[in-house]
C-alpha cells in the first residue's frame, strides 16, 4: 500500500522543542516516559502492541476511543485547537473525528487548497498525539462514494450512474482515486462503498447504491473498497444490514418495519457484506438504525457479533450509523433510558457511535453503565481494541502526519479528472433511440434548443456524500461548446423541477401554476425555428436523496406537460433525463423518438451527453434497477421469484387495440441500447455434467455487426430449474464490459464454481448445492438472453455451511 507520509526525523527538526523530545528518527514518544514502549514499537506484532497499550489506559482513555467527534462547524466549534479542549471530553483522546473541514460545515478557513487542509489535519493530530497522556492519533474519517467528500475533489456520477457503467476496472479507479485524495487531504479513513441493495424504487436513497443485484453490487463494492485501501487508505462499508427496503419506500423517521424473509435477507442483503468482507482488508463497518424482526440492528449481537464478525470474519471496529443509538432509546423503544441503549450497542458489537452532538453525550452514559456494573470493562476493553487495531494497521502509530508539499497538484489533478469523464460517458444508458434518430449530424443542424429544468442544473451533479462544491459542465454548457458557431443553440428553462403543489400533486391532480404555464410557452416559442429540441427533464437534489422518497416515479405533472407541449410542436424531441432513481416515462417512451438517461454525471455530465448526442461517443451503460411503469407495481425488481411478478390477461380497447394488464416493467434490468449492434454466437461451456467442486468454463463470440464502435456489456444468468425451495428465476453470475470496433468480434470467458454460483438455502437453513439441472443463459439485458444451454450437476448435496439462523 502506498501513503503519503512525513519523515519523522524531519518532522522533529521542524517542531518546537517540547515535540522534539518525543518524536525520534524510527518511532514517537506517544506516553513521553523517555522510553520506547512496545505500542510504539513498529517492529512488534500488532496484538502485543495493543495489549501493552490498554494495559496503559484508564476507564475514561478507553472510553474516549469509542466517539466520534464531528469535525469544524459540525460540532467543534474550532478550527484548530485551543486551551479550551483541555475542558473537553476528548482531553482523553477521541476514537474518529469526521468530516473535518471538509467543506460541508460552511466558514472553515481550512478547506482549499489542499496543502492548507492538510496542514489543519496535521495541527489537529499534533494536538492529540502530543497533548494527551498517552499520545493516541486520531483516525480522520470523511464520506466518500461520489468521490471524497471535500470542496472541489474529484466530482464523480452517483452510486447508481456507476452501477449502470458494470465496469469493473472503472470502479477500482475511482475507489484508487477517492483513496489518494482522502490521503493528500489528511484522511485516513474513507465511509465507501454502499453495498445496500434496494427493492423500492420509492426509496430516496436509492440513487447512492450500484443497483438491486447483489452479485453486482458485490462486485462492484469489492472493487471500490480494493481501490481505496490499495492508497493505505481505511474502508468503511455501509449500511450493515438489511436497511434498503423501509417500509412502503420510506425513509427519514421511519427506521422501523424491514419485512424481509431471513432467506431473501441472507441472499439478497448480506451477500455484498459476506463478498467484500471475504475479497478486501476493510476496516470498518456503519450499523445501520433499522432493525430486523423487531431487533434494532446496532443494539443486535445477532448481527453484529455473530453475522458480521464470527460468521463473515470481518476484524475491523463498527460505527454507528447518525443517531442509530439513541433510536433504540426514542424510536424502537426497546431500551428504556438512553443510557441502556448505549450499553446495548457496545455489548452487541459496536465500537464507535457516530452522530451530529457532543461526543460527551455518549462516552458519560458508557462511564456510567461502567461504573453501575452492567457494562463489563472486558467488554470496553474488546471495544478498544478493535479501534486501536485499525489504527495501527493504518500506519496511524508509525507515520500519522502526512507530506503536504505535493498534494495540491494530485488533489483534482487532470488524470482524475480524465476518469471522472470516463464514468459520466460509461453511465449513459441510451433508453430509446426510434428510426436511429440519434446520433445527431452536427453538419445537418442549424438551429436546435436546450430546454428544460436540468438544462442548465448543477447542483444534482454535487453531492452531501461527496465533492458538496466545484466545477460542473451542465447539459446545456456542454451542447453549447460542442456545436461552437456551427450550430445556434437556443436556452428556456420551460418548467421548474415541480411546481408549488408538488408533491400532492402525485395523487390529486392541481392546475399548473400560471408561472410554470408562462414558462412553458416560452419553451414553445422558442423552440418552434428549431431542429431538434433536447429536453433535460428529471431529479433535483430536493427529489431524490436521504430522506426522499416519493409516492410516485413519474416525471413531476409539470415537467410531464412541458414534454406533451415540445413534441405537440412537431419538432424531433430528445429527452435526456438527469435522475437518481428509475422514473417511469411511459408516455415518453411511447411518443418521443429518443431517450437518454445520463443519471447524476457528477462534473462532465454536460460534456458526456453532448459528445453521445452528436456521436462521438457511443452510450454503451445498462440499467442496473428495473425501471417499473409505475410505482403501484412495486415490488418491481430483479431478481425475482418464478410467476412472481403475475400473468399477462388479454383483452380489447373499445377501439379494437390490443391491450394487457400492466404487469411488466417499463425497461428491465441490464437493459441498454446501442448505436451499433451486437451478435451473440458460439456459446461453450467446459462440462455439461459436473459435481459441485468442480468449476465450469464458459465463453461466447461477440461481434459489433453494426457501423459504429461501441461497448456491449455481456451478462450471464443462470437458473436452478428444480429445487427443493423456491429459487429465483434468475441470479446474475457474471457480467463483461467490452468494446468493439465495427466488425470486430471478442470472445468472453467466465468461470462459474458452483459451491460460490450455484447455492441455495434449504429447509434446514443449510448453504447447500444441490444436484439437479442448471440453465446458463448468456445475452444483452435479463430479458434480452440470446443463448442458453442446460448442464447436470451430479452427485449428492453438497453442505456449504450453515446460514445464519444455524
Keep these: 500500500m502506498t501513503k503519503t507520509i512525513v519523515s519523522l526525523a524531519l518532522l522533529a527538526a521542524s517542531l518546537p522543542l517540547y515535540a522534539e523530545n518525543i518524536y525520534h528518527t524510527s518511532w514517537i514518544d506517544f506516553n513521553k516516559n523517555g522510553t520506547k514502549d512496545i505500542y510504539e514499537d513498529s517492529q512488534q506484532p500488532i496484538e502485543k502492541r495493543i495489549e501493552n497499550l490498554i494495559s496503559q489506559m484508564t476507564v475514561e482513555e478507553k472510553t474516549a476511543q469509542l466517539a466520534t467527534l464531528y469535525g469544524f462547524k459540525r460540532v467543534l466549534k474550532d478550527q484548530l485547537p485551543t486551551d479550551d479542549w483541555y475542558n473537553q471530553i476528548w482531553k482523553d483522546g477521541i476514537g474518529n473525528i469526521d468530516e473535518q473541514h471538509n467543506g460541508i460545515g460552511k466558514g472553515s478557513d481550512y478547506v482549499w487548497p489542499p496543502s492548507k487542509h492538510t496542514t489543519a489535519i496535521n495541527d489537529t493530530q499534533r494536538w492529540f498525539i502530543e497533548k494527551t497522556r498517552l499520545g493516541i492519533p486520531v483516525d480522520f474519517t470523511n464520506e466518500g462514494i461520489r468521490g471524497i467528500c471535500h470542496s472541489y475533489a474529484t466530482n464523480f456520477p452517483s452510486q447508481i450512474a456507476v452501477g449502470a457503467t ?26 465507501s462503498p454502499i453495498l445496500d441493495v434496494p427493492r423500492d424504487q420509492r426509496w430516496g436513497r436509492i440513487v447512492e447504491c450500484y443497483g438491486e443485484s447483489p452479485y453486482l453490487v458485490a462486485q462492484l463494492g469489492i472493487q471500490q473498497a480494493k481501490g481505496i485501501r490499495s492508497t493505505g487508505t481505511g474502508v468503511t462499508c455501509k449500511h450493515f444490514a438489511v436497511y434498503s427496503i423501509p417500509n412502503g419506500g420510506r425513509d427519514a423517521d421511519s427506521r422501523t418495519d424491514t419485512h424481509v424473509a431471513p432467506r431473501e435477507m441472507e441472499m439478497i442483503h448480506l451477500y455484498a457484506f459476506e463478498q467484500v468482507i471475504a475479497n478486501v482488508d476493510i476496516t470498518g463497518v456503519m450499523s445501520s438504525y433499522n432493525d430486523w424482526n423487531g431487533e434494532p440492528i446496532s443494539g443486535s449481537e445477532l448481527f453484529l457479533t455473530h453475522i458480521l464478525r464470527d460468521r463473515m470474519g470481518f476484524n475491523g471496529y463498527v460505527v454507528s450509523d447518525s443517531d442509530a443509538v439513541i433510536n433504540i432509546h426514542n424510536k424502537h423503544k426497546v431500551a428504556p433510558t438512553y443510557q441502556e441503549a448505549t450499553r446495548r450497542f457496545l455489548a452487541a458489537g459496536g465500537n464507535v457511535r457516530t452522530t451530529f452532538n457532543d461526543p460527551a453525550n455518549f462516552i458519560n452514559p458508557v462511564r456510567k453503565c461502567i461504573k453501575e456494573g452492567s457494562l463489563s470493562i472486558d467488554t470496553v476493553n474488546s471495544r478498544v481494541h478493535d479501534v486501536l487495531k485499525v489504527k495501527i494497521q493504518l500506519g496511524l502509530f508509525d507515520n500519522p502526519y502526512v507530506d503536504t508539499s505535493e498534494i495540491d497538484k494530485l488533489v483534482a489533478c487532470p488524470d482524475h479528472k480524465a476518469v471522472a469523464l470516463r464514468a459520466a460517458r460509461e453511465a449513459m444508458v441510451l433508453l430509446k433511440n426510434q428510426d436511429n434518430i440519434l446520433p445527431l449530424d452536427l453538419g445537418t443542424v442549424n438551429r436546435i434548443a436546450v430546454i428544460g429544468p436540468n438544462a442548465k442544473e448543477t447542483d444534482a451533479c454535487r453531492s452531501r456524500y461527496g465533492p458538496k462544491q466545484g ?17 445556434e443553440v437556443v436556452y428556456s428553462k420551460g418548467c421548474s423541477h415541480y411546481d408549488k403543489s408538488w408533491p400532492v400533486n402525485e395523487i390529486i391532480y392541481t392546475e399548473p401554476s400560471e408561472d410554470q404555464l408562462k414558462l412553458i410557452q416560452n419553451a414553445v416559442e422558442a423552440a418552434k425555428d428549431c431542429d431538434y429540441i433536447i429536453a433535460v427533464v428529471g431529479d433535483n437534489e430536493n427529489m431524490v436523496g436521504e430522506c426522499k422518497s416519493r409516492t410516485s416515479l413519474d416525471l413531476p405533472q409539470i415537467q410531464k406537460l412541458l414534454l406533451r407541449k415540445l413534441h405537440a410542436t412537431g419538432k424531433p424531441v430528445i429527452a435526456v433525463l438527469v435522475n437518481g432513481r428509475p422514473i417511469s416515462v411511459n408516455w415518453e417512451d411511447k411518443n418521443v423518438p429518443a431517450i437518454l438517461d445520463a443519471w447524476f454525471g457528477g462534473e462532465f455530465l454536460g460534456q458526456a451527453v453532448s459528445e453521445a448526442i452528436f456521436g462521438d461517443y457511443n452510450p454503451g451503460g445498462k440499467i442496473s434497477a428495473t425501471f417499473p411503469r409505475t410505482a403501484g407495481q412495486i415490488p418491481m425488481n430483479f431478481p425475482v421469484k418464478p410467476w412472481a411478478l403475475g400473468k399477462q390477461f388479454n383483452g380489447y380497447n373499445a377501439d379494437g387495440t390490443g391491450f394487457s394488464r400492466v404487469t411488466e416493467c417499463l425497461y428491465p434490468f441490464g437493459f441498454g441500447l446501442s448505436y451499433t449492434s451486437f451478435n451473440y454466437t458460439d456459446l461453450k461451456l467446459s462440462a455439461t455434467e459436473l459435481t459441485a467442486d468442480k468449476p465450469l468454463k464458459v465463453s461466447v463470440t461477440i461481434t459489433n455487426t453494426g457501423k459504429y464502435d461501441g461497448d456491449e456489456i455481456v451478462q450471464l444468468y ?58 446458463i443463459m448468456v445475452g444483452a439485458s435479463s430479458k434480452d438472453i440470446r443463448l442458453r444451454k442446460t448442464i447436470n450437476i451430479t452427485g449428492e448435496t453438497f453442505v456449504i455451511g450453515p446460514s445464519f439462523l444455524k
Design 166 to 191: 458494470w465496469d469493473r476496472d472503472l470502479v477500482n479507479q475511482i475507489g484508487i482515486i477517492t483513496g489518494k485524495e482522502a490521503d493528500a487531504l489528511g484522511y485516513t479513513q474513507v465511509y
Design 718 to 775: 443462470i437458473n436452478d430449474k428444480y429445487s427443493s425451495i423456491i429459487t429465483f428465476e434468475q441470479v446474475l453470475r457474471g457480467f463483461e464490459r467490452i468494446h468493439l470496433k465495427a466488425g470486430e468480434s471478442k470472445t468472453v470467458n467466465f468461470t462459474l464454481n458452483p459451491v460460490k454460483d450455484f447455492w441455495l438455502i434449504n429447509s434446514n437453513q443449510q448453504r447447500v448445492v444441490e444436484p439437479g439441472k442448471f440453465e
Design 471 to 487: 466545477p460542473v459542465i451542465s447539459v446545456y454548457d456542454g451542447i453549447k461548446k460542442y456545436c461552437g458557431d456551427k450550430a
